[in-house]
Every structure is written in structure tokens, then in C-alpha cells.
Nanobody
Framework: VQLQASGGGLVQAGGSLRLSCAAS????????MGWFRQAPGSEREFVAS????????YYADSVEGRFTISRDNAKNTVYLQMNSLRPDDTAVYYC????????????????????WGKGTLVTVSS
């Protein structure tokens, strides 16, 4: 299983980026998908998740209303649309796949997903 994130880059505060994560999973629609991020000197944190069929989404408070997670099961891809970016959004963003729902794990302080991709760097300048 491989998860390949892309779409990161340098953007000014207030700008937008869209991240993509292509998954080489035969049964992609069997997996909940999530985005996480890790800023320099900080621990990895949850950003957003989406259920298998895309009908349920969940966001960290810090990105609620600014970020939107979506998925296209026909393309085995999950997206993260990031608007109104702020300098404190600067981080390496990782996508993850999990056979079980992600929100309960996050609520329990667990970030042990089944699969992780390599990250993509997002830098927001002030």
C-alpha cells in the first residue's frame, strides 16, 4: 500500500492550496482517510478525516470552516482544500488510511493509522 501526497508549496497568508493523496489500495472505499500535520518542533496532529463513502467528515477546531476534506473513490484519491491559510498552518501534511473510523481514535489521543504516506510541505508566509 502506498499513499502519495502532493500539492504542497509556498503560499501567502490568506491564500489557498489543495492537497491530494493518491492511494494504491485495491479496496480504497473500505478505508477511512485522514489528513494530519506536523509543524517543526511539534508533534503530529490531526487535521481532518472522511468516512469510507465520504458522507461523514470531521475537523480539528483549528481548521474548521477553512479546510474541506473530500474523496473520489473512483480515483482512489482524497483531497484537502485549504483556504484562508495562516502562518500557523505551516507544516508537513500527511495523509493516512485506516480500516476503522478515525474520529474515535483521535478523540482518544491515538494517531495509529493503518497506513501513512510521505508528507508534503506547506509553508504559509505572513
Amino acid at each position: 500500500v502506498q499513499l502519495q501526497a502532493s500539492g504542497g508549496g509556498l503560499v501567502q497568508a490568506g491564500g489557498s492550496l489543495r492537497l491530494s493523496c493518491a492511494a494504491s489500495i485495491r479496496t480504497f472505499s473500505d478505508y477511512a482517510m485522514g489528513w494530519f500535520r506536523q509543524a517543526p518542533g511539534s508533534e503530529r496532529e490531526f487535521v481532518a478525516s472522511i468516512s469510507w463513502g465520504g458522507g461523514s467528515t470531521y475537523y480539528a477546531d483549528s481548521v474548521e470552516g477553512r479546510f474541506t476534506i473530500s474523496r473520489d473513490n473512483a480515483k482512489n484519491t482524497v483531497y484537502l482544500q485549504m483556504n484562508s491559510l495562516r502562518p500557523d498552518d505551516t507544516a508537513v501534511y500527511y495523509c493516512a488510511a485506516n480500516r476503522y473510523p478515525i474520529p474515535p481514535l483521535v478523540a482518544a489521543g491515538r494517531l495509529d493509522m493503518d497506513y501513512w504516506g510521505k508528507g508534503t510541505l506547506v509553508t504559509v508566509s505572513s
